[in-house]
């Protein structure tokens, strides 16, 4: 079992700069994806970066490619997600998700076994 802890969240202007933290209790397992994704009030959760092989291999979704960047501590077991350029559609609850095996595709919700409690970051225009 794995525990996700997210951590960073927090109000910010239009324009800012923010850092995501998921910290998670064990290392996952070799060739796995850890991935963030986003719910905005009255939407879907929606996938936003991933990282794969402790991040050989990352991800982004086109709405946001260009200002954010992940990367890996791996020997924090820690993800994080620098967001850049902060517009107020990225406002929402960011969580962190992770997998028990690899399974794809890694940019959809049922991929993941596990999920932190998420982060709140509303972006004021």
């Known amino acids: 079992q794995v525990q996700l802890v997210e951590s960073g969240g927090g109000v910010v202007p239009a324009g800012s700069s923010l850092r995501l933290a998921c910290a998670a209790s064990v290392r996952t397992g070799s060739g796995t994806t850890t991935a963030w994704f986003r719910q905005a009030p009255g939407k879907d959760r929606e996938f936003v970066s991933s990282?794969?092989?402790?991040?050989?291999?990352?991800a982004y979704a086109d709405s946001v490619n260009g200002r954010f960047i992940i990367s890996s501590d791996n020997a924090k077991n820690t993800v994080y997600l620098q967001m850049n350029s902060l517009k107020s559609e990225d406002t929402g609850v960011y969580y962190c998700?992770?997998?028990?095996?690899?399974?794809?595709?890694?940019?959809?919700?049922?991929?993941?076994?596990?999920w932190g409690p998420g982060t709140a970051v509303p972006v004021s225009s």
């Open positions: 990282s794969t092989y402790g991040g050989i291999k990352v």
């Open positions: 998700a992770a997998q028990s095996r690899i399974r794809e595709p890694t940019t959809t919700v049922g991929a993941y076994d596990y």
